[in-house]
């Protein structure tokens, strides 16, 4: 008999929700501090507009745009760490104490399993806040997104968490042969702040390497770049290559990570071994 993939999400989702309710000091405790970081941010980048009109010369991120490209930015990790984040940090712990042998046991897709036990909640707010700024900073646009746009938007959102988790599952699989991996975590966390600026800033003869490697070796500048001209800029504009390119790359990573992952359980050897 199969599983009900729906009803087993759903059963996670609530009992993350519950467990999170049980200590609602903390949840609300997180919920400051991840908007505090985000009003930081916010802060930074209204002082940095009260002293130019782009951010960097040419590149078409005035104000506003900047603003759609920052929303997006925290669309993206909002649902990366709602989803996965948790569960691929703790996923080289269960390998190298040997529980994950009890996921192995389940009659369920390991991978599944193991990216969507836990939910985070409280990351949520910052969800709530990037829809905010979007709201605010289209009513500020000098156009109006078309309902296509719209759709894309949506889609290349879903492009951006399929490539960061891809690359979140690579790293977990790699704890199958070094043990532990607190040092690939920290990749993680320098690689991504890459994709938290847009891509026409990375110019010159440090930039432009760094553009490339970024955009086609590991492609995280993909992330919210192409969202985020799908929005801010008018659709005849727009690079369809680039964004042709977004889609393919965040399938052949869905596929990649996933043989990895496999191919690391295939190594894996138990706590009972």
Not at 163 to 186: F, H, K, Q, T
Request: charged share 15%; proline share 4%.
């Amino acid at each position: 008999m199969h599983p009900n993939y729906f009803a087993v999400f759903r059963e996670f989702a609530r009992n993350s929700l519950v467990r999170e309710m049980t200590f609602r000091g903390n949840f609300l405790l997180d919920c400051v501090s991840s908007l505090s970081w985000v009003f930081m941010q916010l802060g930074l980048y209204l002082v940095i507009f009260e002293h130019t009109d782009q951010l960097g010369s040419g590149t078409g991120w005035g104000r506003w745009p900047f603003f759609v490209f920052l929303a997006t930015t925290l669309f993206v990790n909002s649902l990366v760490q709602f989803f996965f984040m948790t569960n691929m940090e703790e996923l080289s712990d269960l390998i190298r104490t040997g529980n994950l042998d009890f996921a192995l046991l389940k009659p369920i897709d390991t991978q599944f399993l193991l990216s969507l036990r836990k939910f985070e909640w409280s990351s949520l707010a910052n969800l709530v806040f990037a829809a905010i700024l979007l709201a605010v900073s289209l009513g500020h646009l000098d156009f109006r997104p078309t309902p296509l746009q719209g759709v894309l938007y949506v889609v290349y959102i879903l492009c951006g968490v399929a490539l960061l988790y891809s690359l979140m599952v690579a790293l977990g699989s790699i704890s199958v042969w070094l043990g532990r991996n607190e040092s690939l975590y920290d990749f993680w966390f320098y690689i991504t702040n890459f994709s938290r600026y847009p891509m026409e800033i990375y110019e010159g003869p440090f930039g432009t390497p760094l553009r490339l490697a970024f955009t086609f070796a590991i492609p995280i500048l993909l992330v919210a770049n192409v969202p985020a001209r799908l929005l801010a800029w008018p659709l005849e504009s727009q690079d369809w290559r680039l964004a042709g390119y977004a889609l393919a790359a965040s399938l052949v990573a869905l596929v990649a990570s996933r043989k990895l992952f496999y191919k690391a359980l295939g190594a894996y050897r138990s706590a009972s071994s």
